[in-house]
């Protein structure tokens, strides 16, 4: 896969890519994940992405001109299978669409910032608009980098049996069950008694009620999916 971000903060989208999984992913050669500063597109002399909107209203809107330009340029190089907006009305971010996502080949996520885009380059250009939740970031580069690892990590080959994203939670409409490690007893705060019996079935059972009973009680709206 590779994934194309557009953003005028591109200092904002490395420190995810150079840590964890999503940096093993890339070292794997898995996933490439290139960042575009949108001002090496620009062509006016003032280097501005961003200009007043029309009818007035405060908050500046970002040109069509340096982003047709960028966005030009990478489909000229290949095909894209998305070129996803990044914004507050988008379709909210789930499990079911980062499976679909991290199934394509090539995406480009656009980054917005102040207003937003002109509405052109969303009608011209843009094929999916996502938001991470019901609440407005300062830009979209945070909220890329989230849409980047919940799609990243999906990959076939990028996460291990222990870090397997089967058992995550959301993945089959449950949250996960609780998980302990060693000590069995912590200062007499003990371990549920049937995940040291060695027990399997019988612990599988438990895991499966205990998400049924987290999910009932923190998520109900997640079973009437
Ligand atoms: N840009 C600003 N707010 C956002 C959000 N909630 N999700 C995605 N992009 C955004």
Redesign the pocket.
């Known amino acids: 896969m590779r994934i194309d971000i557009i953003t005028v903060l591109p200092e904002l989208l490395k420190s995810p890519f150079e840590a964890s999984i999503l940096k093993r992913a890339i070292d794997k050669g898995i996933v490439e994940v290139h960042t575009h500063n949108l001002r090496d597109y620009v062509t006016n002399n003032y280097k501005t992405v961003d200009d007043y909107q029309f009818g007035g209203g405060a908050g500046m809107v970002m040109m069509i001109e340096p982003i047709d330009k960028c966005i030009s340029s990478l489909k000229a190089e290949r095909d894209y299978d998305e070129i996803i907006y ?3 009305d ?1 379709a909210t971010l789930n499990q079911n669409i980062a499976n679909q996502l991290s199934l394509k080949g090539n995406l480009i996520i656009l980054c ?1 910032h102040y207003k937003g885009v002109d509405q052109r380059v969303r009608d011209i250009f843009v094929t999916k608009e ?11 580069e945070l ?1 890329a980098a989230v849409l980047c690892d919940s799609i990243i990590r999906l990959i076939p080959g990028v996460l291990n049996d222990e870090t397997s994203a089967l058992t995550d939670s959301f993945q089959d409409n449950l949250l996960a069950p609780p998980v302990y490690t060693r000590p069995s007893d912590y200062k007499g705060h003990k371990v549920p008694e049937i995940l040291l019996n060695g027990n399997f079935p019988k612990i599988e059972k438990w895991r499966e009620d205990q998400a049924y009973k987290r999910t009932k009680e923190r998520r109900p709206d997640l079973l009437d999916e």
């Open positions: 990044m914004t507050p988008g917005g996502i938001s991470i939740g019901d609440y407005v970031l300062s830009g979209g909220g």
